[in-house]
């Protein structure tokens, strides 16, 4: 369950992260609704940020300034790497596992 959270905590730190970029930066994201509060805003970053972290892509809301764009692909690259270290990390504990239970007899 700690992976799990983790792993969302992640997106909503990006989210964080691309909320002060647009702040600064205002037009940083193509396709954020227009003229909605600052909830608005935050669910579509969260959105942004879950799409980028799972690398979908759907293009319906895209990073195009200088800031943003590298900081989606990091987002990306942390998203697929954290699987992949995740993945790593519970089959050696199940070989470990099993190793032992085999000493075991």
Known sequence: ?????????????????????EH??????????TGAGR???DE???????VTLTTVGYGDIVAVSGPARPLAGLEAA???LYVAV???????LQVASRLWQDDKL
């Open 1 to 21: 369950m700690g992976a799990v959270v983790a792993y969302l905590f992640l997106a909503v730190a990006f989210a964080y992260l691309y909320g002060i970029i």
């Open 86 to 92: 995740m993945i790593a990390r519970l089959v050696a």
């Open 24 to 33: 600064i930066q205002p037009g940083s994201f193509a396709g954020l609704p």
């Open 39 to 41: 909830e608005r805003l």
């Open 78 to 80: 942390c998203g697929t």
């Open 44 to 50: 579509a970053l969260i959105y942004f940020s879950l």
